[in-house]
T-cell receptor
């Protein structure tokens, strides 16, 4: 059984388009995250939700909008895609917001903007 | 200065070798420390937490020096399956935000 799943796995699109990435976790966790891993493999937090409430909102363009319809889902919508948005986007979840909480990552969505 | 800095790598070692990775962090208020492992084109996975007293998990030993803001990972008797990128991770802030280092790539050669 997949613990944290993301769709789609690959996304190739043109500049200026709007796209969404979906994430679901079946671990019963309260906290979910979006990370971006760029071409240099640097992994950086974008957003975090705890019980559907936004708790981390890093400095990302407002073209990126997360949405958490319930605790098990955290989707990422991106408007007006730009070349620099090309990256691997990872969703993750943890039981709660704790100092020693393990984060479980999804398989990633590889986004290529042409 | 990056918040979490790691050895640039890559490390290429023969099977059976012992290899050590180092990491420094800049935020003295960092609360917890981890090593994650990321295989090629896969997601990161927790390898081990790093406690103040140091801790060991089989062939893996992690050390933390809070005074020097330094974390290390030692892998003994390297296996081919240890080939991966090792990510140093620290937690800070009320939201327990994870900050990742850029990773150190390890290749264990037959």
């Amino acid at each position: 059984d997949t613990a944290v799943s993301q769709t789609p796995k690959y996304l190739v699109t043109q500049m200026g388009n709007d796209k969404s990435i979906k994430c679901e976790q079946n671990l019963g966790h309260d906290t979910m995250y979006w990370y971006k891993q760029d071409s240099k493999k640097f992994l950086k937090i974008m957003f975090s939700y705890n019980n559907k409430e936004l708790i981390i909102n890093e400095t990302v363009p407002n073209r990126f909008s997360p949405k958490s319809p319930d605790k098990a889902h955290l989707n990422l919508h991106i408007n007006s895609l730009e070349l620099g948005d090309s990256a691997v986007y990872f969703c993750a979840s943890s039981q709660e917001v704790g100092v020693w909480e393990t984060q479980y990552f999804g398989p990633g969505t590889r986004l290529l903007v042409l | 200065r990056k918040e979490v800095e790691q050895d640039p790598g890559p490390f290429n070692v023969p099977e059976g070798a012992t290899v050590a990775f180092n990491c420094t962090y800049s935020n003295s208020a960092s609360q917890s420390f981890f090593w994650y492992r990321q295989d090629c084109r896969k997601e990161p996975k927790l390898l081990m937490s790093v406690y103040s007293s140091g801790n060991e998990d089989g062939r893996f030993t992690a050390q933390l020096n809070r005074a020097s803001q330094y974390i290390s990972l030692l892998i003994r008797d390297s296996k081919l399956s240890d080939s991966a990128t090792y990510l140093c991770v620290v937690t800070s802030g009320s939201a327990r935000q994870l900050t990742f280092g850029s990773g150190t790539q390890l290749t264990v050669l037959p």
